[in-house]
């Protein structure tokens, strides 16, 4: 039973944009709040930005601006949409919920993102 499933990654120039989606099962999506992370090469994975079940987003400061993330409730769908790419990135974004009742971590597969200069 896939609970989390992310889609939307690719190959984009700088510049560009892209929009992730993350496609929940109703639990996860509606108990808890929903985070984006991001792994780059050699690098640790990184939270990108959170909503929040009542809709209040946080973002890192690299992003700010830029990547927006958002949820649709009528299909359990959380997004990140992205503008003004930069090749810094580029990494293999996930999307993170939490299941209910013991609010156990679950991601998806992860999706790439490369962003050429």
């Known amino acids: 039973q896939v609970q989390l499933a992310e889609s939307g990654g690719g190959l984009v120039q700088a510049g560009g944009s892209l929009r992730l989606s993350c496609a929940a099962s109703?639990?996860?999506?509606?108990?808890?709040?929903m985070d984006w992370y991001r792994q780059a090469p050699g690098k640790q994975r990184e939270l990108v930005a959170t909503?929040?079940?009542?809709?209040?987003?946080s973002y890192i400061d690299s992003v700010k601006g830029r990547f927006t993330i958002s949820r649709d409730t009528n299909r359990n769908t959380v997004y990140l949409q992205m503008n003004s790419l930069k090749p810094e990135d580029t990494a293999v974004y996930y999307c993170?919920?939490?299941?209910?009742?013991?609010?156990?971590?679950?991601w998806g597969q992860g999706t790439l993102v490369t962003v050429s200069s």
């Open positions: 993170r919920g939490k299941r209910p009742p013991w609010n156990v971590d679950v």
């Open positions: 909503i929040t079940s009542g809709g209040t987003t």
């Open positions: 109703r639990s996860i999506f509606s108990a808890n709040a």
